[in-house]
């Protein structure tokens, strides 16, 4: 691994491969405002190889992939593609040069059909909406994204929406194709078959820019990796499968299971459940929903969580966990059944009485339901608790903003300053802002957490389950859904598998269950004697 002098370390690589490369970047940056986003960023990509690019959230890696996209003029250095200078003055002109782009964020048409938002901007005249949709099916047989043509955006999960994404980029057949955390939302089978996609389009000579947190990913299809930190380059490596934990080191300049120094919450440990209060902090009482067409997407759901006690939901996505959320957050009422919250039934109550009674509600979609993107990071970080700034009818905002930054202090989320729009941050800033607002809210008794990490770097990722750890610890019940199922066996006490919107069965968190959660995760039930 070639590293730049401030990691102080670095191994021989393998030699570049043979020819010119598709992508060349030199001395590359950016600056919004007083935030130096990229530095003197500088990498090749060539064709027929995947490319990771690493790094730590707010790095600069979105700021990198929109550069090349067009979406960001840079303010110095240099871009060249397919051998001839590069400066797109918008996405359309990068799309009509072969390079597309999977954002982090999704630029959907919620109330359009999957069918007519994949004939935007490529299609005119009279639309042959049969047509393209036979395409689909000819994607779902080449790479294995299913989809439903005829569905509409605002009906689908947030792992089909990323779906969607995805395959409107690749029915362009891009020379370049940058996936920005394409895998963050998807399940574990879905990410296998995307990237077997990543190889695939690479083995047909088109380059391949990856942003990604996962270690796995990495080992999977890197041919080469660029890490960045704080908006340069801190490594490069031409055996990424090789250097896993040297990435890792010049990531977030310490080892992985070595506790950041700044880190007050560092090796919590996992509390013992249910010694404080009688009442369960969580009671779930036969929950059930039905849809507007009357299909069961949840069935019979019920289950106690202990004060303290951790209980993660498992199950591939689309079996009823976001049903469960949104019941449990007071978005959605149950068709039949009730919940009780420490011994008081919120059933049916909205969600500012759930949040009065200390529910921290962490949702699986932060922009649909966490945050007003277009309010400051301070004013977001304090959405709950607004009315102890106000003066004489109005904000104090002096006192808004140093609040918001002791939370941005100790749960790490960058910003240039807490009036920065909070749309402007990175994906994982404004995921480790809703977390902090939530785990801070006054009288905390009981927090649902759906997808915590999604889009978080491995070191957040580590940090965000101390602090899960340490409000469990102070007597705080803790329903966590993720389908990152090593992450669930890692923080939690129990694991509840959910199939098809019915509990396929509960067991202790303990790595020897994994094969048992497996197969509950795929619909097989236990045999009884």
């Known amino acids: 691994m070639r590293a730049t002098p401030d990691t102080g370390e670095g191994t021989a690589g393998a030699r570049a491969p043979a020819g010119a490369p598709l992508l060349r970047i030199e001395g590359l940056c950016k600056r919004f405002g007083t935030l130096q986003a990229l530095q003197d960023v500088s990498l090749e990509l060539w064709p027929g190889e995947v490319h990771c690019l690493l790094g730590e959230n707010g790095a600069g890696k979105s700021t990198l992939c929109n550069l090349v996209f067009g979406v960001y003029a840079p303010d110095a250095g240099s871009m060249s593609f ?74 689908l999960s947030v792992g089909e929406r990323q779906r969607v994404e995805i ?31 990543c190889e695939r389009v690479a083995a047909q000579g088109c380059g391949v820019a990856l942003v990604t947190h996962k270690l796995a990913e990495i080992r999977q299809v890197a041919r080469r990796a660029t890490v960045l930190r704080g908006g340069r380059v801190a490594a490069h490596s031409d055996a990424p499968t090789q250097e896993i934990d040297l990435l890792v080191r010049a990531m977030i300049q310490r080892d992985l299971a070595e506790p950041a120094a700044t880190s007050t919450l560092a090796d919590v440990p996992v509390a013992s459940p249910g010694s404080r209060e009688s009442e369960p902090a969580l009671m779930a009482d036969g929950l059930t929903v039905r849809d507007a067409d009357g299909v069961l997407r949840l069935d019979q759901f019920t289950l106690m969580v202990a004060p303290g006690e951790i209980v993660a939901v498992a199950g591939v996505e689309g079996n009823g966990q976001s049903e469960l959320g949104a019941v449990l957050s007071g978005m959605l009422a149950p068709t039949e059944g009730r919940f009780f919250l420490h011994g008081e039934e919120m059933t049916g109550q909205p969600p500012r009485v759930l949040t009065q009674a200390g529910c921290g509600v962490v949702p699986e979609d932060r922009h649909a339901l966490a945050c007003v993107t277009g309010m400051s990071v301070a004013e977001n970080m304090m959405l709950d608790r607004l009315n102890r700034f106000r003066r004489f009818g109005l ?135």
């Not at 797109?88 to 002109?93: D, L, M, Q, T, Y």
């Not at 982090?104 to 919620?110: A, I, R």
């Not at 690749?170 to 996609?197: G, H, N, Q, S, Y």
């Open 82 to 155: 397919d051998g001839q200078p590069w400066r797109p003055r918008s996405p359309a002109e990068a799309l009509s040069r072969g390079i597309a782009m999977v954002h982090q964020h999704f630029s959907l048409v919620p109330d359009l059909s999957v069918v007519d938002n994949l004939l935007l901007g490529q299609a005119s005249g009279v639309l042959d909406r049969k047509a393209w949709a036979a395409r689909l099916d000819t994607m779902r047989e080449r790479y294995g994204l299913a989809l439903d043509p005829w569905a509409l955006i605002q009906d």
């Open 167 to 197: 395959v409107k980029c690749l029915i362009r057949e891009p020379r370049l194709l940058v996936l920005d955390e394409p895998t963050a939302v998807l399940l574990p089978a879905e990410i296998a078959a995307l990237l077997a996609v």
């Open 395 to 529: 904000l104090d905002r002096a006192a808004l903003r140093s609040a918001a930054q002791e939370l941005m202090t100790h749960f790490d989320v960058r910003a240039a300053s807490p009036d920065v729009a909070f749309g402007g941050l990175s994906g994982g800033n404004q995921q480790k802002a809703v977390l902090a607002r939530e785990l801070t809210l006054d009288a905390l008794r009981f927090l649902l957490a759906a997808q915590p990490t999604r889009g978080l770097d491995v070191g957040a990722v580590e940090a965000i389950y101390n602090h899960i750890r340490a409000v469990a610890a102070r007597g705080v019940g803790v329903l966590l859904i993720s389908s990152e199922l090593d992450e669930l066996l890692s923080v939690a006490h129990r694991v509840v598998v959910l199939y098809r919107g019915r509990v396929m069965g509960i067991c202790r968190a303990d790595r020897s269950e994994r094969e048992r959660i497996g197969a509950w995760m795929a619909g097989q039930q236990e045999q009884t004697a």
